[in-house]
């Protein structure tokens, strides 16, 4: 049967040629301008859309020609399309680097790869992933590794109370994923040892990361940053290793953790279990790290909103009790800040396709095999979709609120939508919500500094030091 709307509207739409575009140079395009604006790629995706509207072009080697969206409607267009295997663009680099420079290591390419071995990892891992209960079965955990954050800034604060906890928060991510994917608690929070090791080479690895999405996999081998990355995931990958080795070799039949549940899947030899562990540790911790941050921000700069959430911790549990899954369950404003949180600082600003289909968006023809960009903290921070976008109102995510929103879906979908979404964010919430309760159980947080706003690494961090100051309730 032909679908006549669909061709109607094919018939009427432009071709991509005619999109709007910012000036270009010749070969190179708009590289100059992408790398100069490459920490601030959010702000300067949203000053084009006030000089071109809401959908238009840039062209960048490596990546040729790139749509970017804005529009909730837009963005649904290009999900609902999505084929088996949906291609996203930055993969292609980790891809390339696990299949030549890193192949003896890798015989499978885990979930960061745009090829047939992620769908048939992504079949065998999803549904123990994405269960509620796999995540719960480490609540204790999580809250043992919450409580040790919270002890060591009562260690290292300044005497004045402050302290900038953005790294304190990227150990904690570490410690929480080493627990979950590799069985081992790896000392990141103590500063020592593989999880201090892990810290370092990831914070190297995340800095150049950007660069090398924007270079062609023909080139970068012969290039000084290639190789470094590659021999920071070398050095990743043989710590994981290690650790994931060991704690295979002590599972118990009735084991439930996360890697028991793999290696009854895939099988005691299957490399799964050990690429899942490294994806979720190059992936996990700078997005939960950054997460963590922004969220404690948010809750410094708003402290009519921290008393409020500290009244449902102590409604729920208590000042000191512990967390219970029934007590998590019905915390809704908890869930509501790290929402609204997110909503306004997203730890990844955008995310990408590359098309499997001719598509038809925004009146333009988008050719199979183009890459299209949207533009999420945009979307998530537009007047049209959400009241008063700068502002800090968890009870936008409240049902029967007044202030509750009424925004498409589409505009605020910070873990992705569909096949490609986070398969390990039930763990990554987890995570944020044992923070802020250990946190706003322990302390009153204070900040009084400038206006905090992200640098676009390969994910965003905070653009300045959030000094808060943490009181002792």
Same mark, same amino acid.
Request: net charge neutral; aromatic share 8%; proline share 6%.
């Given at each position: 049967?032909?679908d ?13 040629s005619?999109m ?5 140079w010749?070969?190179?395009?708009n %590289?100059p &301008? ?5 920490l ?15 959908i238009?072009r840039?062209?960048?080697p ?15 267009t ?7 295997i ?5 993969f292609?680099?980790?891809e390339?680097?696990?299949k030549?420079?890193?192949k003896?290591?890798?015989?499978t390419?885990g ?13 065998k ?5 994405? +269960? ?5 079965y480490?609540?204790?955990?999580m809250?043992?590794i919450a409580? #040790?954050l919270?002890?060591?800034?009562e260690?290292?604060?300044g005497?004045?109370?402050? %302290?900038?906890p953005?790294a304190?928060?990227?150990e ?5 994923v080493?627990c ?5 608690r @790896? ?12 810290? #370092?080479?990831?914070?190297k690895?995340?800095?150049?990361a950007m660069?090398?999405?924007f270079t062609?996999? *023909?080139?970068a081998?012969?290039?000084p ?6 021999e920071?995931?070398? #050095? ?9 080795? #060991?704690a295979i ?14 290696? +009854?899947?895939?099988?005691?030899? *299957?490399a ?5 562990g490294?994806?979720?540790?190059q992936?996990?911790i700078?997005?939960?790290g950054?997460?963590?941050?922004f @969220?404690?921000y948010?809750?410094a ?14 409604n ?5 009790g512990?967390m219970?899954?029934?007590a998590l369950?019905k ?5 509501a ?18 098309t499997?289909t001719d598509?038809v968006?925004?009146?333009y023809?988008?050719p199979k095999?183009?890459t299209?960009?949207r533009?999420?903290s945009t979307s ?7 009241a ?7 009870e936008r ?5 007044p202030?509750?929103h009424?925004a498409?879906s589409?505009?605020?979908i910070?873990w992705?939508?569909?096949a +490609? ?8 919430k @987890? ?6 309760v250990k &946190?706003?159980q322990?302390?009153r947080m ?5 206006e905090?706003g992200?640098l676009?690494?390969?994910?965003t961090i905070?653009?300045?030091p ?5 009181i002792?309730?």
């Amino acid at each position: 049967m032909v679908d006549n709307g669909s061709t109607q509207i094919k018939q009427k739409a432009k071709p991509i040629s005619e999109m709007p575009s910012p000036p270009a140079w010749p070969i190179i395009g708009n %590289l100059p &301008l992408v790398m100069k604006n490459k920490l601030r790629m959010d702000k300067m995706f949203e000053r084009l859309r006030k000089e071109h509207g809401d959908i238009y072009r840039v062209y960048v080697p490596g990546q040729g020609t790139m749509v970017i969206l804005f529009r909730p409607e837009d963005i649904k267009t290009l999900y609902s399309n999505d084929g088996k295997i949906p291609k996203i663009p930055g993969f292609d680099m980790w891809e390339f680097i696990r299949k030549t420079s890193l192949k003896e290591r890798y015989t499978t390419t885990g979930l960061i790869n745009n090829s047939q071995d992620w769908y048939e990892v992504r079949h065998k891992v999803q549904q123990d992933m994405m +269960r509620p209960k796999s995540a719960l079965y480490y609540l204790s955990e999580m809250e043992d590794i919450a409580i #040790e954050l919270a002890e060591k800034i009562e260690d290292v604060k300044g005497k004045d109370g402050i %302290l900038d906890p953005t790294a304190l928060v990227q150990e904690y991510a570490l410690e929480a994923v080493g627990c979950v994917f590799m069985g081992a608690r @790896l000392g990141a929070l103590k500063g020592a040892g593989d999880g201090k090791r892990l810290i #370092e080479n990831q914070t190297k690895s995340m800095a150049i990361a950007m660069d090398l999405f924007f270079t062609p996999t *023909s080139i970068a081998p012969y290039l000084p940053t290639y190789k470094k990355f590659v021999e920071y995931q070398g #050095e990743a990958f043989d710590i994981c290793k290690k650790h994931v080795d #060991e704690a295979i070799a002590k599972l118990k039949d009735d084991d439930d953790t996360v890697i028991a549940k793999l290696v +009854r899947k895939c099988g005691k030899d *299957s490399a799964i279990p050990l690429i899942m562990g490294i994806d979720a540790l190059q992936v996990g911790i700078d997005t939960t790290g950054s997460s963590a941050a922004f @969220l404690l921000y948010h809750l410094a700069d708003n402290p009519d909103k921290q008393e409020l959430l500290y009244q449902e911790i102590c409604n729920s549990i208590g000042p000191n009790g512990k967390m219970t899954e029934s007590a998590l369950a019905k915390m809704k404003y908890m869930k509501a800040c790290q929402t609204e949180s997110q909503r306004i600082l997203p730890a990844i600003f955008g995310s990408s396709r590359r098309t499997d289909t001719d598509l038809v968006i925004g009146g333009y023809e988008i050719p199979k095999g183009t890459t299209v960009v949207r533009c999420g903290s945009t979307s998530s921070n537009d007047p049209a979709s959400f009241a008063n976008p700068e502002k800090f109102i968890p009870e936008r995510w409240i049902r029967g609120c007044p202030e509750r929103h009424n925004a498409d879906s589409f505009a605020n979908i910070p873990w992705g939508h569909g096949a +490609r979404a986070c398969i390990g964010q039930r763990f990554a919430k @987890l995570e944020l919500y044992m923070l802020m309760v250990k &946190l706003v159980q322990k302390y009153r947080m204070e900040y009084t500094g400038e206006e905090v706003g992200g640098l676009t690494q390969f994910v965003t961090i905070p653009d300045k030091p959030i000094n808060i100051k943490f009181i002792q309730r």
